[in-house]
Nanobody, 121 residues
Framework: QVQLVESGGGLVQAGGSLRLSCVAS????????MGWFRQAPGKEREFVAA????????YYADSVKGRFTISWTNAKNTVYLQMNSLKPEDTAVYYC??????????????WGQGTQVTVSS
């Protein structure tokens, strides 16, 4: 059974940084992608970033490009999302997911429970 457990969320001032972690377990993740999505109150869940299990070819939503960095550590089965220069509009619940990849939710079959990120102005 695949399990994804996120951590690292919290409250931060605008301009600050946070690093989210997602520990994956329950299967071999070779040939799968890991992604981060977020959902703000009253809005649909949206794509943030994704990376292949090999750690190459990360891709990002335009809204976070240049500020967020996704990385994947095979040895620890952990995917990270380093978030810098945070803005109030980054406030959301952040979800980790795994599947065949892409920027659509339909590309991911397994999801974590989410971690809250709140950015104050």
């Amino acid at each position: 059974q695949v399990q994804l457990v996120e951590s690292g969320g919290g409250l931060v001032q605008a301009g600050g940084s946070l690093r989210l972690s997602c520990v994956a377990s329950g299967r071999t993740f070779s040939n799968y992608a890991m992604g981060w999505f977020r959902q703000a109150p009253g809005k649909e869940r949206e794509f943030v970033a994704a990376i292949s299990w090999s750690g190459i070819n990360p891709y990002y939503a335009d809204s976070v490009k240049g500020r967020f960095t996704i990385s994947w550590t095979n040895a620890k089965n952990t995917v990270y999302l380093q978030m810098n220069s945070l803005k109030p509009e980054d406030t959301a619940v952040y979800y980790c997911a795994t599947g065949r990849g892409g920027s659509s939710m339909s590309g991911y079959q397994h999801w974590g429970q989410g971690t809250q990120v709140t950015v104050s102005s």
